[in-house]
DNA sequence: ACCTGAACACCGTTCAAGT
DNA sequence: ACCTGAACACCGTTCAAGT
């Protein structure tokens, strides 16, 4: 713990950290199979025995590039969280945050089901998975605490077997669901363009996340409060960058 | 069109469906991973070359499998739309297949997120690409039809912007979510054991999926029929055979 | 102590050579 | 006309050799 391991960690940390911005640019260029360990390591100035000093094998590259866009997701989470609302119109603004979020990193998107559906998180090293899953629960229980603060108010009462564990699942399989649908362009959801795609993506999220809160009673429900409007209002204040970089100000969809 | 080429068709056919039956017995036995053009080729008695004269590339091969995976699920729903019941009854039975689907063939559930998050269609010849498309429109229109009888009996009204379309989009996407969600047993899922994760995949299924059609308000609603007992019923009767060798009769989670 | 890059194993794909 | 399998390109991973 001399002075000189403190900066070498230091350096060590900069250099992992730069590893994943190289790795992010390679996967958002070049697609999530045009990373390779020979490109990544190409694009420092160290060679592949380095790299591998860092990263256990390949999954632990996309493990730690997960994680770190977990965290901005976690970021979006909690500038809705923090919102002064009652519970449900807070969970919607969480809702939109989620859709935005998809909206501006759409790579993102695609990387997840992969690391969800290979078995990569058993081959990645375990302070890495568990670092991943460290912020994924982050992400979780800024939802959880939402349902759980409006069992609180009254606005949510479940019934026989419901949980809000199990309501908290259930929009996220939403959400995973319509993401990795939505981005297939199969079936029934073919988008004409990227543009079609995204306004078929928001618009399916916000109707069946609204049925299914509908469906556990969470009030107010939505034919008795204008949760549109409250969104076009959110997409004015607090996401106002993303929505003007995303072009989502005053698009036919969202004026409906 | 001789009968011999008539013949040799029939040949051919025969080898890919040969081709098939190794690939899924493969993929069983060592996971998506373990499938190799090399393995699968030296399980029969013809050589790569051969394998590569049936099939354009390994995407196209994994293509063919999960089609046939995709046909089984169609059985299985056909199984569940044939039954006489009102439109929201029938539409449980078809969950409860859809999920008897899932726990009968849990490779499927692995694999399908991957060929919809990679771009493995793109790869996929286009006669192979098409036809798995074909079988999926199938099964998306046998729950679109019960929705519409839904919408003509008068039992489900739409309001505003839904459609029967984002309805069953909807439920698609939360079964694909849930699937997803349950078999990375990440975060708030970490099942103790195989049963465990197999009991959390069935009840988080059913009462979301329950909690987004009562929000449709899709009459009866969930708190004026006893949907738990209909799915008991069905396990006894129409779907025995799966429950029996799935060993969900008389389950602590299904008699709750 | 730290870094290198040649070397190895593996896998998808092709094609000249066989029958 | 049909099939073979050696050969090639590519990629993840290791490790003996360098500094």
Same mark, same amino acid.
């Given at each position: ?12 940390a /900069?250099?992992?950290?730069? *590893? ?7 996967? !958002?260029?070049?697609? *999530? ?14 060679? #592949? ?17 997960l994680?770190?866009?977990?965290? !901005? ?9 923090? !919102? ?14 989620? /859709? +935005?979020?998809?909206?501006? *990193? ?9 690391? #969800?559906?290979?078995?990569?998180? /058993?081959k ?17 229980? $800024?939802?959880?605490?939402?349902? @759980?603060?409006?069992?609180? $108010?009254?606005?949510?009462?479940l019934?026989?077997?419901? $949980?809000?564990?199990? =309501? ?29 795609? @995204?306004?078929? +993506?928001? /618009?399916? =999220? ?12 969470? +009030? ?13 209002? +959110?997409?004015?204040?607090?996401f106002?960058?993303?929505? @003007?970089? !995303? ?6 969809? @969202?004026t409906?």
């Amino acid at each position: 713990m001399t002075p000189i391991s403190d900066r070498k960690r230091q350096e060590i940390a /900069e250099r992992e950290r730069n *590893y994943l911005d190289l790795a992010l640019r390679i996967v !958002l260029d070049q697609g *999530y199979l045009g990373l390779t360990m020979d490109k990544l390591a190409d694009a420092t100035e160290y060679s #592949k025995g380095t790299l591998y000093q860092h990263f256990k094998n390949k999954e632990d590259v996309i493990c730690g590039l997960l994680r770190r866009l977990q965290i !901005l997701r976690l970021e979006f989470f909690g500038r809705a969280s923090e !919102l002064d609302l009652p519970p449900r119109q807070r969970i919607t603004a969480l809702g939109l945050a989620a /859709e +935005l979020f998809v909206l501006a *990193y759409p790579e993102n998107t695609r990387i997840e089901p992969i690391l #969800k559906a290979t078995s990569i998180r /058993e081959k990645a090293s375990k302070e890495r998975s568990d670092a991943l899953e460290e912020v994924e629960m982050g992400c979780f229980n $800024s939802v959880l605490k939402i349902a @759980q603060s409006g069992l609180a $108010s009254g606005d949510l009462k479940l019934q026989d077997g419901d $949980s809000a564990e199990a =309501l908290v699942i259930g929009l996220w399989a939403m959400h995973v669901g319509v993401g990795l649908i939505a981005n297939a362009g199969c079936g029934p959801c073919l988008a004409e363009n990227e543009a079609a795609n @995204q306004a078929f +993506l928001q /618009e399916t =999220l916000y109707a069946n996340g609204a049925r299914l809160l509908d469906g556990y009673g969470w +009030l107010p429900l939505s034919k008795d409060f204008d949760y549109r409007a409250l969104r076009q209002e +959110l997409l004015r204040t607090t996401f106002s960058k993303e929505a @003007q970089s !995303l072009g989502l100000l005053n698009s036919p969809t @969202q004026t409906r």
